[in-house]
């Protein structure tokens, strides 16, 4: 569920510091603190429907595209699925993610209630513009798989800079409203 603060603003948002919280790792279903990531270079956190959604697929793609401009940026991509770490560590793997990509997982939802991702309605997954969308996705090789989480669990993604300090904040307004990589680089350049 949605946390909003004391004054109904879902938190963190640009400006705000990150919020750390414990996830685990891919490799070795180990705790990991989230602030370690931002500590010495700036930090993406895309936080993923689960692993079978079209669009998270495709985001990763597009993500994976620009490797090299996170990597000159010195900044980590770090994947957030509400998987178990097993089924995240293969998603990535089959991906052949590498630096600057790093898998996490986080099954209890505690992060994603941290950053405010709500699950979804009906609506958000299902509208005829997502339904579009998806079309689309998968004229592109994203095909939607059987969900092994919570298909209504929303992403989210959000860059932090090697200070701590929120410096783009994007909450899904439906499944397929995936940000813009450019959008996410420039906030970077920006932030840094």
């Not at 963190?12 to 996830?23: F, H, K, L, S, Y």
């Not at 985001?59 to 090299?68: E, G, N, R, Y």
């Not at 941290?114 to 699950?119: D, G, P, Q, T």
């Not at 095909?143 to 992403?155: L, R």
């Amino acid at each position: 569920m949605t946390q909003p603060d004391a004054v109904g603003r879902l938190v963190p948002e640009v400006g705000d510091n990150a919020i750390d919280v414990t996830v685990y790792s891919s490799k070795n279903g180990e705790p990991i603190q989230l602030a370690s990531f931002w500590q010495g270079e700036s930090t993406v956190l895309v936080f993923l429907r689960h692993l079978a959604c079209s669009f998270c697929r495709e985001q990763v793609t597009d993500l994976l595209a620009c490797s090299d401009d996170f990597v000159k940026l010195r900044t980590r991509v770090v994947l957030v699925t509400v998987n178990r770490w097993e089924e995240t560590s293969k998603f990535c793997k089959d991906r052949n993610l590498v630096y600057p990509f790093i898998c996490v997982s986080d099954p209890d939802r505690t992060a994603y209630h941290a950053y405010s991702l709500s699950r979804g309605h009906t609506s958000q997954i299902f509208s005829p513009h997502v339904m579009a969308r998806g079309v689309n996705a998968m004229l592109h090789g994203h095909f939607n798989g059987i969900p092994k989480a919570d298909p209504f669990q929303m992403p989210g993604v959000f860059a932090v800079n090697a200070r701590g300090i929120v410096i783009f904040a994007h909450r899904h307004r439906d499944a397929s409203d995936n940000p813009d990589v450019e959008q996410i680089l420039r906030a970077i350049e920006a932030g840094n």
